[in-house]
């Protein structure tokens, strides 16, 4: 004998699509909705062709519980960055949370900057102060591996942040 499964109730979330549709009618961006539920499914942020071809998938309790609050942090102007715990800067994958700031796309042109005044020296050095994530040190080193990139900062905690990236 097969036993009646009670029908959702009315504006019950149940699967994905109907999760960031509320999120959307919330106010957030759609692709912020996107990135805080493929992290509360504990997916990759280039999962975002996964999460479009499963939309109709079941939204587990647990995960609708940890998104929604991901989603209110959000809405109350909580960097994405602080709520994954990751960044991508200048094509690497960053470790960020409050203790640093969040690593924003123009200074990738201070990178840029950086990296056209040190083009024609053989071995440049370099100094970061204030390092925060690491974000533009490790930029940097990535572009001219045999530069000598120092970075520092007075924040013991953002040290500790840069030290994880």
């Not at 994405?80 to 800067?89: D, E």
């Not at 102060?129 to 007075?154: K, M, W």
Request: aromatic content about 4%.
């Amino acid at each position: 004998m097969q036993q009646a499964q009670a029908a959702p109730e009315k504006g019950a979330i149940s699967t994905l699509r109907e999760a960031l549709l509320q999120a959307q009618r919330q106010g957030l961006a759609r692709l912020d909705a996107h990135m805080l539920l493929l992290h509360s499914l504990g997916r990759s942020q280039h999962d975002r062709a996964w999460l479009l071809a499963h939309d109709d998938d079941a939204l587990p309790a647990d995960t609708l519980v940890r998104y929604q609050a991901l989603c209110q942090q959000r809405a109350a102007g909580v960097p994405l960055a602080y709520l994954t715990g990751h960044k991508q800067f200048y094509g690497l994958e960053l470790a960020v949370d409050a203790r640093v700031l969040d690593p924003r796309p123009d200074t990738e042109t201070l990178v840029d900057w950086a990296l056209h005044v040190i083009a024609q020296l053989p071995s440049p050095r370099i100094a970061d102060l204030g390092t925060g994530s690491g974000a533009i040190a490790l930029a940097l080193q990535s572009q001219r591996p045999t530069a000598r990139v120092i970075a520092v900062d007075a924040s013991a905690d953002a040290l500790a942040v840069a030290r994880s990236n």
